[in-house]
């Protein structure tokens, strides 16, 4: 039988042999805990800018760190974030096909945005140079990185960028198998109430044209 070129990579399993669904629920709470701390944090800059403002001084530059515009924006999206893995969480536990769709799209809206930018660094070599001259005096190790031979740190970058794309893409993977298993799962329930639950269909009862007399209809098709 011909098979969909996405079933060869289906599977009910994912890392550390735990099931699909099981590795969605932990990579859902694992998201929700990150972005309530961000939330926290950015929540406590909200309450108390002067702990959190850097001055521009400090960043050697001619801008400011992050202006409560930013933090408001911030603050929006990650309550988003919070939303979204709280759905996957729910959607993957409660056997909820739909919920997981918004938290497996931040997934792929992710992904592209990391191999855009490797694919940036690949074609502009130079922007990593010019990023490092951008960052303060007093960040650390900076003069150790800029005297990295640029091609070595190019290919460096790269390289660390394509891990990191490997793992999202194996999490995509996974959060992907638990879509099709709870979606398959839950069409196989609805089959199989329909084909054991008995269906009868009641007749009434008709003349016989020879006895002139009622009769009961004959026994209803029952399938099994």
């Given at each position: 039988?011909?098979?969909?070129?996405w079933?060869?990579?289906?599977?009910n399993?994912?890392?550390?042999?735990?099931h699909?669904?099981?590795?969605?629920i932990?990579?859902g709470?694992?998201?929700?805990?990150?972005?309530?701390?961000?939330?926290?944090?950015?929540?406590?800059?909200?309450t108390d800018?002067?702990?959190?403002?850097?001055?521009?001084a400090?960043?050697?530059?001619?801008?400011?760190?992050?202006?409560d515009?930013?933090?408001?924006?911030?603050?929006?999206?990650s309550?988003?974030?919070?939303?979204?893995c709280?759905?996957?969480?729910?959607?993957?536990?409660?056997?909820?096909?739909?919920?997981?769709?918004?938290?497996?799209?931040?997934?792929?809206?992710?992904?592209?945005?990391?191999?855009?930018?490797?694919?940036?660094?690949l074609?502009?070599?130079?922007t990593?140079?010019?990023?490092?001259?951008q960052?303060?005096?007093?960040?650390?190790?900076?003069?150790?990185?800029?005297?990295?031979?640029?091609?070595?740190?190019v290919?460096i970058?790269?390289?660390?960028?394509?891990?990191?794309?490997?793992?999202?893409?194996?999490?995509i993977?996974?959060?992907?198998n638990?879509?099709?298993?709870?979606n398959?799962r839950?069409?196989?329930?609805?089959?199989?109430?329909?084909?054991?639950?008995?269906?009868?269909?009641?007749?009434?009862?008709y003349?016989?044209?020879?006895?002139g007399?009622?009769?009961?209809?004959?026994?209803p098709?029952?399938?099994?």
């Amino acid at each position: 039988m011909l098979s969909s070129p996405w079933a060869r990579f289906y599977s009910n399993s994912c890392c550390l042999c735990c099931h699909v669904r099981t590795g969605t629920i932990l990579l859902g709470v694992w998201y929700l805990v990150i972005n309530s701390v961000v939330l926290l944090i950015l929540l406590s800059a909200l309450t108390d800018p002067d702990q959190y403002h850097l001055t521009t001084a400090e960043l050697g530059g001619e801008f400011e760190f992050m202006d409560d515009a930013n933090m408001c924006i911030a603050t929006a999206i990650s309550l988003l974030m919070i939303l979204i893995c709280a759905m996957a969480t729910y959607g993957a536990y409660k056997q909820h096909a739909a919920w997981i769709i918004p938290f497996f799209c931040y997934q792929i809206f992710d992904f592209a945005l990391n191999t855009l930018v490797a694919i940036s660094i690949l074609v502009y070599p130079s922007t990593i140079q010019d990023y490092l001259r951008q960052l303060p005096t007093n960040f650390p190790y900076k003069e150790e990185i800029m005297s990295v031979n640029p091609t070595c740190l190019v290919v460096i970058i790269l390289l660390f960028i394509s891990i990191i794309l490997a793992f999202k893409g194996y999490l995509i993977s996974c959060v992907w198998n638990c879509y099709r298993y709870i979606n398959s799962r839950n069409n196989s329930d609805v089959l199989v109430y329909i084909t054991t639950n008995d269906t009868a269909v009641l007749l009434p009862p008709y003349d016989d044209p020879v006895n002139g007399a009622a009769k009961d209809p004959p026994p209803p098709y029952v399938s099994a």
